[in-house]
């Protein structure tokens, strides 16, 4: 299993563009998480989704940022326009979802975004 | 808002000796993880704990789940360089996990 795949893994960009990152999760996982890392504010979650569906996008700092999963092997977080304060790692993580079993996360190695 | 507050935010240890680090919150959670991260890599589950009191042993690692499941904490016997990295709690809350910020252990060889 090639585990979660994130692209790209670094992008630099300047203020005022659209960046766009993806994700291809972990083949029969159902549940798909969009984390941010930061040093100030640690992992915060973004949006996640269940079967495809967004659940809760209250994490989404603003309008800026939109999230979509077209299909259960592939989710794209999108920011636009971009601000230096976008600045971080971005990371997809996947997961069974069981309700009867708390399933850990696997996480991808993480986007790089560097907004100037 | 539910938060996990991880202590010590720093620790730097030679090897071979012993650590622990905590993380606390004044929530329950249904479940707690570990998770190691690398630089330059995504988080890497540990272990969960699921059940108050609950411990776990991973090689030199033991976890502990607090009575109330409320905090955990996570100790290392005779730490080695392998073990330097970020070390995450995570609670689960309504389909989802909340981090805390992590302590970063450096062991020095």
């Known amino acids: 299993d090639a585990g979660v795949i994130q692209s790209p893994r670094h992008e630099v960009t300047e203020m005022g563009q659209e960046v766009t990152l993806r994700c291809k999760p972990i083949?029969?996982?159902?549940?798909l998480f969009w984390y941010r890392q930061t040093m100030m504010r640690g992992l915060e979650l973004l949006i996640y989704?269940?079967?495809?569906?967004?659940?809760?996008d209250s994490g989404m700092p603003e309008d800026r940022f939109s999230a979509k999963m077209p299909n259960a092997s592939f989710s794209t977080l999108k920011i636009q326009p971009s601000e230096p304060r976008d600045s971080a790692v971005y990371f997809c993580?996947?997961?069974?979802?069981?309700?009867?079993?708390?399933?850990?996360?696997?996480f991808g190695s993480g986007t790089r975004l560097t907004v100037v | 808002t539910q938060l996990l507050e991880q202590s010590p935010q720093f620790l730097s240890i030679q090897e071979g000796e012993n650590l622990t680090v905590y993380c606390n919150s004044s929530?329950?959670?249904?479940?707690l993880q570990w998770y190691r991260q690398e630089p330059g890599e995504g988080p890497v589950l540990l272990v969960t704990?699921?059940?108050?009191?609950e411990v776990k042993k991973l090689k030199r690692l033991t976890f502990q789940f607090g009575d109330a499941r409320k905090d955990s904490s996570l100790h290392i016997t005779a730490a080695q360089p392998g073990d330097t990295g970020l070390y995450l709690c995570?609670?689960?809350?309504?389909?989802?996990?909340?981090f805390g910020k992590g302590t970063k252990l450096s062991v020095k060889p």
């Open positions: 989704f269940n079967n495809n569906v967004p659940i809760d």
């Open positions: 929530s329950v959670f249904s479940s």
């Open positions: 995570a609670g689960g809350s309504q389909g989802n996990l909340i």
């Open positions: 704990v699921v059940t108050g009191g």
């Open positions: 993580a996947s997961r069974i979802r069981d309700r009867g079993r708390p399933g850990g996360y696997t």
């Open positions: 083949s029969g996982h159902n549940s």
